[in-house]
């Protein structure tokens, strides 16, 4: 299984990698992970000005969050170009857009290997079409095994590329993508990948992204992308666990210590059966609230 545990996923804010007030402001900003994109933000005659900005910030004045630049297609020269610049820039990742095949994520994989780039950078596939989508479990399967060589720790849905690619609306809810959605997450969860849900384009609408996440969150995703520094915190809220679900927890973890409990796997709590599964899911739901409490977000 590939090592997702350290790494917290609820808001993963993109920034244009073009542009420089948002550059000094992601240093700033309570988001989990920041993408540096130097894809489709970046106006094709901007892209070397782009790289440029990024080499500058990772030389004098890393961020202290997860870190992770999404370069071009590596078939094209630009996305060469890219590479360098992650290679020079050293992220905790390298986000490859539109991956459609295995064999993009072994090319990448080679690359990095062949320029020495440490085993921590890892390889993030952004899967937004419709080959991405009905291959999500191949590519998932086959590059997530570090040991192997592997680099791949996530998925992330591009919800824009693939409403575009198959005409399908937007619309609250987004009934005719959460087949596709649902495949994703679980070909991420079949290999131990994390997963993160597709953008909310209206940064305006707090409801909306509201409703979005928790739909998100109830599908399983791990978070979600964003584009607006105003979508942050409701991401952060939304993927934390509740008080409530941190209170239901507290009292597993307490039944399962009661005397005479050791001898059990299934329990009577309040009512209702609770088994050993239950117990160490609540102990991953305590130590993910603990080390909530130490992100960017709670200082
Ligand atoms: C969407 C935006 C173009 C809106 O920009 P703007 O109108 O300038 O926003 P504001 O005036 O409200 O900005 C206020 C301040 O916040 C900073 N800001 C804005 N956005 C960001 C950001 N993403 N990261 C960091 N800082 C940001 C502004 O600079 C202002 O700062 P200051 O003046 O100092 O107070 C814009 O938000 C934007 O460009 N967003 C990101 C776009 C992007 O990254 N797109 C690529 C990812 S989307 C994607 O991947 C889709 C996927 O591929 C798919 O297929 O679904
Ligand atoms: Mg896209």
Known sequence: MAM???KIWRSVLSVPAVNRRALEKSKT????VIIYDLEDSVAS???AEARENLEQLFAHDRPDVTTAIRINPLDTETGQEDMK???ACQPDAVLLPKVETVATVATASALLARNGAPLRMRLWAMLET???IVNAAAIAGAWS???AGGRLEALIVGVNDLRSATNVAQAPGRAYLVPWLMQVVLAARAYGLAVVDGVYNDFTDVAGLEAECAEARAMGFDGKMLIHPKQIDTANTSFRPSDAAIAEAHAIVEAFAKPGAE??????????MVERLHLEQAQTLLETAARLNNTK???
Do not use: F, W, Y
């Open 45 to 47: 005659g901007r892209k």
């Open 4 to 6: 997702t545990e350290t």
């Open 29 to 32: 900003l309570a988001a989990d």
């Open 145 to 147: 095994h570090a040991s």
């Open 130 to 132: 419709p080959a991405g």
């Open 263 to 272: 001898a059990l796997n299934v329990i009577d709590l309040g009512g209702r």
């Open 85 to 87: 610049t992650a290679l």
């Open 297 to 299: 977000a709670n200082q």
